[in-house]
């Protein structure tokens, strides 16, 4: 079997509509399955103003709006209907790549199962991190108990680091996991992008240590421990600026939790990578990435990162070398040792150019071309065993 004889069925709760680092991944697979020859139909939600065109074949299906608060602009794929069916009978895939634990990903494993067709799921999010930042943390045995029966249903797993692998491991979600890492566009993401007059544009002075946020503005970012780890910063004196790169649904919680901060809103392409150079360290405390893109984006524009210590920049960062890893827990624990991680690069500047630069270097082995590559992989190997249990 060649990878010119796979068909694939790609289904997404998110491919194009709103912009985000899951759906960026699977747009540059699906561009790079195209160039192989691979043929591709894509399922997903599908809206009038999306953020972005989609690469491939776009198919709608069912969804509503997210019942939960201030996510209204993220919708919930639901069970595949007849025309959706239709279209996917049509199509005819040999391989079903689902990208959501989803209404819409259950109905697509289903038919997989019923015609016999393999089935890879990408785990792109820790949705059992989610209830916590919704006052339902209560939820979570409930919801990892979910995403295990769904895992296990499917053939295969492909996630983005070592550490998410070793953690969909412990909680039982399946044997065969292998890595779907990311990669990094260098051209984008450069220290030589750095752009000292749209620095001084924002009120930011040539020597001023400014502390980047980068992502979504939703509180499952770690939006109140960034906050609160500032708050400490400040307490101790420590001189710094905040530049804050993106945009959501929390972003008037997040300015009134960070008078004096500059909120840059959202970039993208060469606009977003300029920005990123132009700031002195990165500091991302979430703890539901998987991988961490805005992470190794950082690391390629050489700053030093400070991150809570937990899947995806558990796999990226190397403490002590190019940045901090701070154990996550509790806001009021969490919030001053990352203050504690933060200070010596407010503090040094010998430092935090050292671990920026090292960064950098580790960021140069992230291709994209090569980690796609291990996706064909995977689905090759599939059939392969598929074909050795019929034989």
Same mark, same amino acid.
């Given at each position: 079997?060649?990878?010119?004889? $796979? ?30 020859? /691979? ?8 809206? !009038? ?65 019923? +015609?016999?067709?393999?089935?890879? /799921? ?29 895992? +296990? ?86 001189? +710094? ?15 009134? !939790? ?38 190794? %984006? ?43 991680? $933060? ?16 960064? %950098? ?8 071309? /090569? ?18 249990? !019929?034989?």
């Amino acid at each position: 079997m060649d990878v010119t004889d $796979l068909r694939i069925a790609l289904f997404s709760g998110n491919y194009n509509y709103t912009r985000d680092g899951c759906n960026q991944a699977l747009n540059r697979l699906a561009e790079y399955l195209l160039r192989q020859g /691979a043929a591709l139909r894509v399922y997903s939600p599908v809206v !009038a103003e999306p953020d972005f065109p989609p690469t491939g074949d776009l198919v709608d299906v069912p969804n509503m709006r997210m019942p939960v608060k201030n996510r209204g602009e993220y919708r919930l794929g639901l069970p595949l209907d007849a025309k959706a069916r239709a279209d996917l009978e049509a199509f005819a895939p040999n391989t079903v790549h689902l990208s959501a634990p989803d209404f819409t990903g259950h109905s697509a494993l289903n038919w997989a199962r019923k +015609h016999d067709v393999p089935v890879l /799921a990408s785990v792109h999010t820790r949705f059992e991190t989610y209830p916590q930042y919704y006052g339902m943390g209560f939820l979570e045995p409930a919801v990892i108990a979910l995403l295990r029966r769904f895992y +296990h249903r499917c053939d295969a797993l492909v996630a983005p680091s070592q550490s998410q692998i070793d953690e969909l491991k412990a909680q039982g979600m399946h044997d065969d996991i292998s890595i779907w890492s990311r990669g990094v566009d260098r051209t984008v993401f450069h220290p030589s992008k750095r752009d000292l007059e749209w620095r001084r544009s924002l009120g930011l002075a040539d020597d001023d240590v400014a502390i980047v946020f980068l992502g979504r503005l939703v509180m499952e970012k770690g939006l109140d421990v960034f906050a609160e780890t500032i708050v400490q910063l400040r307490k101790r004196q420590v001189p +710094h600026k905040v530049l804050v790169i993106g945009d959501g649904p929390a972003r008037g919680w997040f300015e009134k !939790a960070l008078p004096g901060g500059i909120f840059a809103g959202f970039k993208t392409g060469a606009d977003l990578g300029k920005a990123l150079a132009s700031g002195d360290i990165f500091f991302n405390p979430s703890i539901t990435e998987t991988f961490g893109n805005v992470t190794l %984006e950082a690391m390629a524009c050489g700053l030093p990162v400070v991150a809570a210590g937990a899947t995806g920049a558990a796999s990226l960062v190397t403490d002590g070398e190019t940045g901090r890893l701070v154990p996550p827990g509790k806001p009021d624990i969490f919030a001053p040792a990352c203050a504690e991680a $933060l200070a010596p690069y407010c503090l040094d500047d010998e430092l935090r150019l050292r671990h920026g630069a090292n960064g %950098e270097k580790a960021a140069g082995a992230y291709s994209w071309d /090569a980690i796609n590559q291990a996706v064909v992989d995977t689905y090759m190997r599939l059939h392969e065993q598929r074909a050795a249990e !019929a034989a």
